[in-house]
Nanobody, 118 residues
């Protein structure tokens, strides 16, 4: 798989905001889509395609925003109005990454922990 690195996790109070970033490795020519998965909830709750189409789980609609910088192969997740049930390890997902020699169906980051607590 391609190398995927998340950053930005940490502790946030309920109602607060946090921004996660995820960068896929250099040498990638194109990506079909990127997204975020939460381990506790076991859901791929936010995705964005290379043309900017987004999809959210009902649990995060209106609170989370996913965005993509195609030039940097980097996806961002702005999380507002955090709830304690948002506490989880967040994993970045990269779908359909194409390098010079290989196509990767799905690649995962190592995860970043987010805790929502007062």
């Amino acid at each position: 798989q391609v190398h995927v690195v998340e950053s930005g996790g940490g502790l946030v109070q309920p109602g607060g905001s946090l921004r996660l970033s995820c960068a896929a490795s250099a040498g990638i020519f194109s990506i079909n889509a990127m997204g975020w998965y939460r381990q506790n909830q076991r859901d791929l709750f936010a995705t964005i395609t290379s043309d900017g189409s987004t999809n959210y789980a009902d649990s995060v609609k209106g609170r989370f925003t996913i965005s993509l910088d195609n030039a940097k192969n980097t996806v961002y997740l702005q999380m507002n109005s955090r709830k304690p049930e948002d506490t989880a390890v967040y994993y970045c997902v990269v779908d359909g990454a194409r390098t010079k020699d290989t196509w990767y169906s799905r690649s995962w980051g190592q995860g970043t922990r987010v805790t929502v607590s007062s």
